[in-house]
């Protein structure tokens, strides 16, 4: 069997860095990507144990998912703009916060409550570079309307996405700067923002001018966002798989399809039933450029696991769905368990177990 473990502490720890640099501004938990694969309710449960109340999503269904499972008087904000009819009445159902981007999708969420004589809550997406959806920063009188002409939805806060490639946050001074200037034309004109929101996890640990109202913590409680030295987190998430196999193969013997490698010695090979089909060896790009892509080649070719607490090397290529181990120099058999790192966001085919 394989498993997938998500160590409790270390999500704990990762929370207490959140807690630290959001300083006083209210924490979202990003939960999109079934949590980022760390699983949608358990990961929601642990952070609510720790006092975390606020929790966004990317699906209804998840929402729904969410009040299912107990969670009846949190804060779920839907992180996504959508003017579609069966979309909004799954989140209008379980009293989610919408996202209105568009007049488009403004407008459907007012006819649609106002057709149950109810209010709706949203927040507004304002698109300060990424391009995924939101009001442009130029168009302040389209988000004004919003405001204006929605009277069956409430709006209590308005947010943003950063992006940026640089640590120092120099290329995202501009879209924080234009952000500041919406919320200021909104002010302006009478209306109240609620709660604002711009920083994600990267803008979270390096931007101290995106920390406002709130912050969406989301891939940095698993430690697996952009990271920068001595930042406290821990990476989360393990595999857990049994060596399949192990046996001798003579020196000159070839193993792997893809880049054969060639055996120099004798060599006693123990079997991993996990490939990069179960995202064993799969990892998230986030830096661009040619010395990123260097160091993300060096890390391919250095790729080991643990048996018994010692470091075993993969040998050659990770395959579809086996990898090969040099268990030359230690002792080990069929059966034994092998630990090794694995994106819970890729983990495919695991038992997911918290500990």
């Not at 640590?167 to 034309?185: N, P, Y």
């Not at 912050?215 to 595999?239: E, F, I, M, W």
């Not at 060596?243 to 000159?252: F, I, M, Q, S, T």
């Not at 039933?273 to 160091?295: E, H, K, L, S």
């Amino acid at each position: 069997m394989k498993t997938l473990i998500i160590e409790r502490q270390a999500v704990k720890q990762n929370i207490a860095v959140v807690r630290e640099r959001a300083g006083r501004a209210a924490i979202y938990a990003a939960l999109t990507g079934d949590a980022g694969g760390a699983g949608l309710v358990d990961m929601a449960r642990l952070l609510r144990d720790e006092g975390i109340g606020r929790f966004a999503v990317s699906e209804a269904a998840d929402a729904a998912a969410l009040r299912k499972a107990g969670f009846v008087d949190e804060e779920i904000l839907m992180l996504r703009s959508t003017a579609d009819r069966e979309e909004l009445e799954q989140l209008v159902d379980v009293n989610a916060v919408c996202t209105i981007g568009s007049i488009d999708a403004g407008l459907a969420l007012n006819g649609l409550a106002e057709s149950r004589s109810t209010v709706a809550e949203a927040h507004i997406q304002v698109d300060t570079g990424l391009g995924f959806g939101g009001f442009l920063c130029t168009e302040p009188e389209k988000v004004l309307s919003a405001y204006r002409n929605l009277p069956n939805v409430a709006i209590s806060g308005i947010y943003t996405q950063l992006h940026s490639v640089k640590a120092d946050g120099k290329d995202a001074a501009a879209q924080i700067q234009s952000f500041q200037s919406l919320l200021e034309a909104i002010r302006s004109a009478g209306f109240e923002t609620g709660t604002v929101h711009a920083a994600g996890s990267f803008a979270l640990l390096h931007y101290d001018d995106a920390l406002l109202d709130a912050v969406r913590a989301g891939s940095v409680l698993l430690g697996r966002c952009r990271r920068t030295k001595g930042d406290g987190l821990q990476r989360v998430g393990y595999g857990e798989a049994s060596l399949e196999e192990v046996r001798w193969l003579p020196a000159g013997h070839t193993v792997g399809s893809e880049q054969p490698v060639t055996l120099k010695r004798p060599t006693r090979v123990g079997v991993l039933p996990v490939g990069y089909q179960n995202g064993f060896g799969v990892a998230r790009v986030r830096d661009p450029g040619f010395w990123a892509a260097i160091r993300r080649w060096l890390r391919g070719r250095r790729i080991s696991v643990r048996i018994d607490g010692q470091k075993v090397k993969v040998i050659g290529r990770i395959g579809a769905m086996e990898t090969l181990l040099d268990v030359t120099d230690m002792k080990c058999s069929s059966g034994d368990l092998v630990h090794f790192d694995i994106d819970p966001m890729y983990a495919r085919g695991f038992v997911r177990e918290y500990r």
